[in-house]
């Protein structure tokens, strides 16, 4: 159990159109995800929590009008890259916490969005 | 600032070797994972680590936690190129969000 996808896995896009990134729990319920973004050979650097039903919490530095959050059920989160730029040109993951006796959070495969 | 600080940052062996990666914080946490992230790929759940002074076995893989639930360590023993990767320890602080450590490169060679 405790199975995230990311849909797509990459995606070249054009400077100044919009990227969505989906994720989905499969096979538990998340009322918690959360966006990260990782460059290379770096460590994974949280961008906001999505809450179910409610706004996402964006960290400090990360533009919410440019990276837009919605949590619209259970086991789905989207991420929309608006008005890309290529230096948006990153690897997204995402995580859903499962609530069990711990706070775990399990990793999607990861979106690498490449803006030319 | 919660900061996790890993040890070694990069760290290649020759097969059959042992090694030990560190994780550690001022702070205290609540739990304690760790992750091995391959290239391309999303990072993938070890353990999770809660009592303070809680030592688990995965295979050839050890995972401590320290008394004060500040610091953990994740020995491998006998590494095989098939652990190469990315590990990242992550704290959890209680507020649900994760403090990743800064990552510990390891290659190991056939």
């Known amino acids: 159990g405790a199975v995230v996808s990311q849909h797509p896995s990459w995606v070249i896009c054009k400077s100044g159109t919009s990227v969505k990134i989906e994720c989905r729990s499969l096979?538990?319920?998340?009322?918690?995800m959360f966006w990260y973004r990782q460059f290379p050979k770096q460590s994974l650097m949280l961008m906001a929590t999505?809450?179910?039903?409610?706004?996402?919490?964006?960290e400090q530095g990360v533009e919410k009008d440019k990276f837009l959050i919605n949590h619209a059920s259970l086991t789905l989160s989207t991420l929309t890259v608006t008005s890309a730029h290529p230096e948006d040109s990153s690897f997204y993951i995402c995580?859903?916490?499962?609530?069990?006796?711990?706070?775990?959070?399990?990793f999607g495969p990861g979106t690498r969005l490449t803006v030319l | 600032t919660q900061l996790l600080e890993q040890s070694p940052q990069f760290l290649s062996i020759q097969e059959g070797e042992n090694l030990t990666v560190y994780c550690n914080s001022s702070?205290?946490?609540?739990?304690l994972q760790w992750y091995r992230q391959e290239p391309g790929e999303g990072p993938v759940l070890l353990v999770t680590?809660?009592?303070?002074?809680e030592v688990k076995k995965l295979k050839r893989l050890t995972f401590q936690f320290g008394d004060a639930r500040k610091d953990s360590s994740l020995h491998i023993t006998a590494a095989q190129p098939g652990d190469t990767g990315l590990y990242l320890c992550?704290?959890?602080?209680?507020?649900?969000?994760?403090?990743f450590g800064t990552g510990t490169r390891l290659k190991v060679l056939a």
């Open positions: 680590v809660v009592t303070g002074g």
């Open positions: 995580s859903a916490r499962r609530d069990r006796v711990y706070n775990e959070q399990f």
């Open positions: 992550a704290g959890d602080s209680g507020t649900y969000k994760y403090i």
């Open positions: 999505s809450n179910e039903g409610s706004k996402a919490t964006y």
């Open positions: 096979d538990f319920q998340a009322t918690t």
């Open positions: 702070s205290v946490f609540s739990s």
